[in-house]
């Protein structure tokens, strides 16, 4: 069974750094796009980042120029660097992954992230 584990989540003050990792296991087959999205309290969630198997990239206007995503394949891992992180970065961040083989998507269980004033 297909699984997605993220990490790195935690508290930091404004203006600090944290980086998330998502190692996917339980499967032979690569995938297709991975990436990262978010969910504050009271709110939808919503794509912070993601990346192609090609490294090809799309950010949401509110992190482009702080946040940096990245993978590894060999490791099946994605990467999310944050930087210059606001108040209004604190969520729930979310690793999804989409299958080559049959295109289902795949979620993790969720990191939160809290980003002090």
């Known amino acids: 069974q297909v699984q997605l584990v993220e990490s790195g989540g935690g508290l930091v003050q404004a203006g600090g750094s944290l980086r998330l990792s998502c190692v996917a296991s339980?499967?032979?087959?690569?995938?297709?796009?991975m990436g990262w999205y978010r969910q504050a309290p009271g709110k939808q969630r919503e794509l912070v980042a993601d990346?192609?198997?090609?490294?090809?990239?799309t950010y949401s206007d509110s992190v482009k120029g702080r946040f940096t995503i990245s993978r590894d394949n060999a490791k099946a891992t994605v990467y999310l660097q944050m930087n210059s992180l606001k108040p209004e970065d604190k969520a729930v961040y979310y690793c999804?992954?989409?299958?080559?083989?049959?295109?289902?998507?795949?979620w993790g269980q969720g990191t939160q992230v809290t980003v002090s004033s």
């Open positions: 339980g499967t032979i087959f690569r995938f297709n796009t």
């Open positions: 990346i192609t198997s090609g490294s090809s990239t």
């Open positions: 999804a992954a989409v299958l080559v083989v049959g295109g289902r998507t795949y």
